[in-house]
């Protein structure tokens, strides 16, 4: 079972992928997370790729919860979420500050403190431009959507996902609904909805994609499925499913899709489809379901990343301060956290010199591969390393020299981008 809440490192992603149905990326996104597979599986993103394909809109949503320091192995979520926004996605961010008052209990001024200024205005720094960024605790869309979702699950499936028992609070229960909610929200009519939207998470957080893209489903009229390589579509529900079928019908036909309807059955063949079509009559009825429904989504799809390795070997974890970099660190410190950091390195130099390092398995290198743009220069860290050109004592100085300006740079626009705070935050009062 993968744990959202655990501290604990994965390190077999390929196993995880195939226990868990998370399927391989194609080569589509030219950026250099998916090029070095640090972003290492997905589901469903073939309908991010199916919008960009059609220059239709879509969304890419994230949350950040507001209890410490934003450190560098939280920074590939956002460095996805700018990717995404570069490419024309609409961005949701969600501010938790429910779940930081209830599980921290940090109040809700000190964590509208520390979004702002660990997170958001970081975020603006590294490049995100004005978007939708919401408290959890001023929102009554998700609020109310919350309420909606929990209709449609129930405690056995929740046990069975997340391990939950007799002595977990009703708080941790309603916490995966609340997150579903934030995600799902960003598709309602208001927003233009509903539209394909992308999550990146870290693969710990499959069990909450899972959740809520059964919850986006069961909330569907229209239900497309595969079934013989073509293309049907069900009608959930009591109601009299004629005004369904004929409306979807005839926006199919104007589709140039020849349909076979049954009344009886609640259901559509599409005879001359085929399994490529199912994104495009996905959306269509999706389009079309908004005005039964208010509750119409499209599944959420997902882009799971590595977890950048901490200093120390393991996780990240604010509770081992020297296993991570905080963009709020000084430059010294960030520099005294590389020095003594683990390496992949041998026991001496001469060993190093004949035999090369491992990168692989080196943190140090990490901060090279997550934090680098550039593939040559990554590529040349890496060759130099394995064929022993390259030393860990000078590796890492190289190293702290670049997230030293990096956090430099952060803090030189930091008042620039705390004034163009108001540009980002949606329901701006307590
Ligand atoms: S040379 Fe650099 S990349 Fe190679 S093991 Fe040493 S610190 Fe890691």
Redesign the pocket.
């Known amino acids: 079972m993968i744990n959202p809440w655990s501290s604990k490192q994965y390190f077999d992603y390929n196993k995880l992928k195939k226990d868990f149905g998370i399927e391989d990326l194609d080569n589509y996104f030219n950026n250099y997370l998916f090029q070095r597979h640090l972003i290492f599986g997905q589901r469903s993103l073939d309908y991010i790729e199916y919008a960009l394909d059609n220059k239709m809109k879509f969304n890419a949503v994230t949350g950040l919860m507001p209890s410490g320091h934003m450190h560098l192995g939280n920074k590939i979520t956002i460095d996805q979420i700018i990717y995404f926004q570069s490419l024309g996605a609409d961005v949701f961010i969600s501010v938790a500050d429910l779940e930081s008052y209830a599980t921290r209990n940090i109040s809700l001024e000190k964590a509208r403190e520390i979004a702002i200024n660990e997170y958001i205005v970081n975020y603006i720094s590294m490049g995100l431009k004005p978007c939708n960024i919401y408290f959890q605790s001023n929102d009554p869309d998700t609020q109310s959507l919350s309420f909606i979702l929990s209709n449609e699950t129930n405690m056995s499936e929740l046990k069975a996902i997340y391990g939950f028992d007799d002595s977990s609070s009703i708080l941790h229960i309603n916490s995966p609904i609340v997150q579903a909610s934030d995600v799902l929200h960003s598709q309602l009519k208001k927003f233009g909805g509903p539209v394909p939207t992308v999550v990146p998470v870290g693969v710990d957080q499959d069990p909450h994609i899972r959740l809520m893209r059964d919850l986006a489903q069961r909330l569907r009229i229209y239900n497309v499925k595969i079934e013989n390589n073509k293309i049907s579509v069900y009608i959930k529900g009591r109601d009299d499913p004629h005004e369904y079928i004929d409306s979807a019908i005839g926006l199919l036909e104007k589709n140039n899709y020849e349909t076979e309807k049954n009344y009886e059955y609640r259901s559509i063949n599409i005879k001359n489809s085929n399994i490529n079509d199912k994104i495009k009559i996905d959306l269509l009825l999706g389009n079309l379901e908004k005005d039964y429904n208010n509750f119409t989504f499209i599944g959420p799809s997902a882009t799971f990343q590595r977890l950048e390795t901490g200093l120390k070997g393991g996780k990240m974890s604010s509770s081992v301060p020297d296993s991570l970099i905080a963009l709020s660190d000084s430059e010294e410190n960030a520099t005294r956290k590389i020095k003594n950091a683990v390496?992949?390195?041998r026991k001496t130099v001469e060993e190093q010199k004949q035999y090369g390092?491992?990168?692989d398995i080196?943190p140090?290198?990490e901060l090279y591969n997550y934090h680098v743009k550039e593939n040559e220069y990554v590529q040349r860290?890496y060759d130099e390393?394995r064929g022993g050109a390259?030393?860990?004592g000078a590796?890492?100085k190289e190293a702290a020299e670049l997230i030293s300006t990096f956090l430099k740079n952060l803090k030189d626009k930091s008042d620039e981008s705390l004034s163009k705070i108001d540009d980002y935050l949606i329901n701006k009062s307590f």
């Open positions: 390496t992949g390195g390092g491992n990168p080196c140090v290198f860290v390393c390259r030393m860990c590796c890492k």
